[in-house]
């Protein structure tokens, strides 16, 4: 529907540039653009399609997502998880996933639940995949995921949260919801787990969805994710998935 909207509204501006000149059509054009790069670029843009941004509850409850796995880190913030008795949702990469297949076995042994984060994870220009491309990343994901672990996940989330219209198709066939969040603290970019959970720490409020990352080259998202989880018990904050919240 999103794809039909873009090319009807291009369709329209190039009548009103012939109908009624350059002056008229050249402004048109240039804000039907920054309305589509507005919904790209922004995460929590709903304008290809729904996308949830927090958990609808006044409880105090969070909901941990984790990017970019399975990795190294995934054994240490298994553990963490369970010292803390929270739970989590792993945005996992099926390449990587099919490299490491026993610990994405274990997220979901564990209670957690996995989410779809594309099949390669092509972060320099997922936003701008074709509508091949775009359904052969979610829907290569959905499959490795499923035959790895046998279940299907629910969730996806864009890489780098940066959508276009070609993403809600797909997702509406596999009865996907897309997943953005409320809270960040910059994990996958700072090296200092202090800062990192500052700024989570100022935007967590009841139902917040925080993004972390796993496997960042800095090295230090271990020692974020367990700085975290310390600060939410000290707040009395807990650690739910949606579908038990």
């Known amino acids: 529907m999103a794809a039909w909207a873009a090319v009807l509204s291009q369709a329209l501006v190039a009548l009103a540039w012939w109908r009624l000149g350059w002056r008229v059509g050249l402004p048109l054009l240039l804000a039907s653009h920054l309305v589509f790069l507005w919904g790209t670029l922004r995460p929590q843009s709903a ?6 941004v927090r958990l609808p509850t006044r409880e105090p409850v969070v909901w941990l997502t984790i990017d970019d796995g399975p ?6 913030i298994l553990e963490l998880l369970d010292a803390y008795g929270a739970k989590a949702t792993f945005f996992v990469v099926a390449e990587r996933a099919r490299a490491r297949p026993e610990l994405v076995r274990d997220i979901v042994r564990r209670g957690h639940t ?3 984060h594309s099949a390669s994870h092509p972060s320099a220009w997922f ?3 074709g509508p091949r491309r775009m359904a052969a990343e979610i829907e290569q994901a959905q499959a490795t995921l499923h035959a790895i672990t046998g279940v299907t996940p629910r969730w996806f989330r864009a890489v780098v949260g940066m959508a276009n219209p070609f993403v809600s198709a797909p997702l509406h066939r596999l009865g996907l919801a897309r997943v953005a ?6 994990d996958a970019l700072s090296a200092d787990p202090s800062a990192v959970v500052a700024r989570i720490d100022r935007a967590l409020a009841p139902g917040a969805i925080v993004l972390l990352h796993e496997g960042s080259a800095h090295g230090r998202n271990v020692e974020a994710i367990a700085l975290l989880l310390e600060r939410l018990k000290q707040r009395g904050i807990r650690c739910v998935l949606p579908e038990g919240s």
């Open 47 to 52: 304008l290809f399609g729904p996308v949830l």
């Open 71 to 76: 990795s190294d880190d995934t054994p240490t």
């Open 114 to 116: 996995l989410g779809n």
């Open 127 to 129: 936003w701008a995949l």
């Open 181 to 186: 969040w409320s809270a960040r603290g910059y």
